[in-house]
């Protein structure tokens, strides 16, 4: 299991993960899902197709990206 510490931001900001922790996050979760399905070769794959989909199709990457 995945977990995700969030802190409040502070009244008056607004605050995101940066991109150091989007990467840590999606390190994290392809390592799980490595480790919790090592024999399931079409799961892995899906969800590296996933993960290339969010980063290389324009408007979800302008969408997620600069938050």
Known sequence: ???VH???PIAGSTSC???REKA???VKLSQHVEKRFPDD???NAQ???LVY???RFPPVDLLL???
């Open 24 to 26: 840590i996050l999606l």
């Open 47 to 49: 969800f590296l197709e």
């Open 17 to 19: 993960p940066s991109l």
């Open 41 to 43: 070769t079409e799961l």
């Open 1 to 3: 299991m995945v977990f």
């Open 6 to 8: 969030f802190q409040a």
């Open 53 to 55: 989909f969010v980063y």
């Open 65 to 67: 990206m600069r938050c």
